[in-house]
T-cell receptor, first 113, second 116 residues
Framework: GNSVTQMEGPVTLSEEAFLTINCTYTATGYPSLFWYVQYPGEGLQLLLKATKADDKGSNKGFEATYRKETTSFHLEKGSVQVSDSAVYFCALSDPSNTGKLIFGQGTTLQVKP | DAGVIQSPRHEVTEMGQEVTLRCKLISGHNSLFWYRQTMMRGLELLIYFNNNVPIDDSGMPEDRFSAKMPNASFSTLKIQPSEPRDSAVYFC??????????????FGNGTRLTVT
């Protein structure tokens, strides 16, 4: 079946450090891939997405590249800020185009000043 | 655009009581998803609708759970009777699905349910 696996958290970094959150997936067909972010007390917000192999999604300094050969979609940011502290979810779309998303378990990022 | 609106934000109830969670979709969206979030299980899809029709309810944990879309812009998730293990944050999300592709999911801010 279709699934998403993320690196376990929490991830604790100092401000301006480099961030990588690993995400790998298993899917039939050609899903779209997403990163969502959840700030405390809020719902999930779309951070970035990629719809086909080798696409790079980017937003707010974050980026991720859809790697079909390694079935990965790792999230990176060159210099994190305290305001980036949140829970990050990797997700894939149901390849049968129902609109349904399958989420990973989430990775908590804490950035310290 | 007001976004997806959920109510109430917090609900505390006693075991055995009926609980109704409400969700207003973004205008123009035709797909509605109910998710549940817990520390143990993360985000679980409970049920989703397309054009007011339930498409997949395989994630609904038990018959105590039911969801409806009485019209194109509104949905309810009901738990009757509620149990302590139902305590979680319940999210509603909507999107626009079409033949040329789907819009991303837009989430509400959730309802935190505590059953004592």
């Amino acid at each position: 079946g279709n699934s998403v696996t993320q690196m376990e958290g929490p991830v604790t970094l100092s401000e301006e450090a480099f961030l990588t959150i690993n995400c790998t997936y298993t899917a039939t067909g050609y899903p779209s891939l997403f990163w969502y972010v959840q700030y405390p007390g809020e719902g999930l917000q779309l951070l970035l997405k990629a719809t086909k192999a080798d696409d790079k999604g980017s937003n707010k300094g974050f980026e991720a590249t859809y790697r079909k050969e390694t079935t990965s979609f790792h999230l990176e940011k060159g210099s994190v800020q305290v305001s980036d502290s949140a829970v990050y979810f990797c997700a894939l779309s149901d390849p049968s185009n129902t609109g349904k998303l399958i989420f990973g378990q989430g990775t908590t990022l804490q950035v310290k000043p | 655009d007001a976004g997806v609106i959920q109510s109430p934000r917090h609900e505390v109830t006693e075991m055995g009581q009926e609980v109704t969670l409400r969700c207003k979709l973004i205008s123009g969206h035709n797909s509605l998803f109910w998710y549940r979030q817990t520390m143990m299980r993360g985000l679980e899809l409970l049920i989703y609708f397309n054009n007011n029709v339930p498409i997949d309810d395989s994630g609904m944990p038990e018959d105590r759970f039911s969801a409806k879309m009485p019209n194109a812009s509104f949905s309810t998730l009901k738990i009757q009777p509620s149990e302590p293990r139902d305590s979680a944050v319940y999210f509603c999300a909507s999107s626009s699905q079409g033949q040329v592709g789907n819009s991303p999911l837009h989430f509400g801010n959730g309802t935190r349910l505590t059953v004592t």
